[in-house]
């Protein structure tokens, strides 16, 4: 996620290298997951229980790696 402690504990060359390699194409942000806990809390959510959802722009769809 791209927060203000991430920007300055990676290095720019390396969020390119991130953004890479996963599905979507940027980094994510806070309001990335405040739209998916607004959308949870909502009635259009309120069918939606007892899951993990990810939001992590499809980062782990590859697996972990360096």
Known sequence: ????AA???VDPANWERLKAMQSVKRQGTAADISNLALFLASEEGSFVNGQVILCDGGNQMRGFRF
Do not use: K
């Open 7 to 9: 920007l300055q504990g």
């Open 1 to 4: 996620m791209e927060t203000e």
